[in-house]
């Protein structure tokens, strides 16, 4: 008897658990469980329309993470996490809050791409030897420079991407993009001392020595 209670008790919760769910958001999961991400995205979008602002922050998060961040979409997943964050920043999935796991995806993410960045970066330094860059190391650079700017998009507020970022800007002979990259930099890690560091070498070489101070 206390068997047949239990399973009635859990079934009931169960379908109390699915019916808390938009058919819209259990479809996007099964498609996702079967590796459909073009037809989980639109599932995804449609369970996100029929939510308010405030409700189900899992839904933009899962999308983010399970969707966009597969397919390199960092933008997409960038917005989605924004998206998850302004709807329940507090929500838990499993024993973590929905900021705390937006925090970690953009440090995963963060890394992933800084890593390849770095990899191309210091192989063609090496090579180089100090020597101008050949056209294929040209490319490299541009290469490692992509993966660090998608690097600040997922995580702005780490501030170590930002010297490698203006490093390939030099390498290339982008001043104009070195400006920018520079200013960028201070204003989203002001007391960082190797962008300080840059800022002031930049200053110098314009010949603006109290600014370089």
């Given at each position: 008897?206390?068997?047949?209670?239990?399973?009635l008790i859990a079934s009931t919760v169960l379908m109390f658990a699915l019916a808390c769910e938009s058919q819209e958001f259990v479809s996007a999961k099964m498609y996702l469980q079967q590796d459909n991400l073009?037809?989980?995205?639109?599932?995804?979008?449609?369970?996100?329309a029929l939510e308010t602002e405030a409700s189900n922050a899992e839904i933009p998060f899962v999308l983010a993470t399970q969707v966009y961040a597969v397919q390199r979409r960092?933008?997409?997943?960038?917005?989605?996490?924004?998206?998850?964050?302004?709807?329940?920043?507090?929500?838990?999935?499993?024993?973590?809050?929905?900021?705390?796991?937006?925090?970690?995806?953009?440090?995963?993410?963060?890394?992933t791409n800084y890593k390849r960045g770095a990899a191309i970066y210091n192989r063609v330094l090496?090579?180089?030897?100090?020597?101008?860059?050949?056209?294929?190391?040209?490319?490299?650079?541009?290469?490692?420079?992509?993966?660090?700017?998608?690097?600040?998009?997922?995580?702005?507020?780490?501030?170590?991407?930002?010297?490698?970022l203006v490093y390939c800007f030099r390498q290339l002979g982008d001043?104009?993009?070195?400006?920018?990259a520079l200013k960028a930099a201070l204003e989203m890690d002001p007391e960082?001392?190797?962008?300080?560091?840059?800022?002031?070498?930049?200053?110098?070489?314009?010949g603006n020595l109290d600014g370089a101070i």
């Amino acid at each position: 008897m206390r068997r047949i209670l239990f399973g009635l008790i859990a079934s009931t919760v169960l379908m109390f658990a699915l019916a808390c769910e938009s058919q819209e958001f259990v479809s996007a999961k099964m498609y996702l469980q079967q590796d459909n991400l073009e037809l989980a995205e639109e599932w995804f979008l449609k369970a996100m329309a029929l939510e308010t602002e405030a409700s189900n922050a899992e839904i933009p998060f899962v999308l983010a993470t399970q969707v966009y961040a597969v397919q390199r979409r960092y933008e997409d997943m960038s917005a989605m996490l924004e998206e998850a964050l302004a709807r329940n920043p507090d929500q838990k999935i499993g024993t973590f809050t929905i900021r705390e796991l937006v925090l970690n995806t953009r440090q995963m993410q963060w890394q992933t791409n800084y890593k390849r960045g770095a990899a191309i970066y210091n192989r063609v330094l090496e090579e180089a030897q100090g020597q101008p860059l050949t056209d294929e190391q040209r490319t490299d650079v541009e290469e490692a420079k992509k993966f660090f700017e998608l690097a600040v998009m997922i995580w702005p507020d780490e501030g170590v991407t930002y010297p490698n970022l203006v490093y390939c800007f030099r390498q290339l002979g982008d001043k104009e993009g070195e400006v920018k990259a520079l200013k960028a930099a201070l204003e989203m890690d002001p007391e960082n001392g190797t962008i300080q560091m840059l800022a002031g070498e930049e200053e110098a070489n314009a010949g603006n020595l109290d600014g370089a101070i």
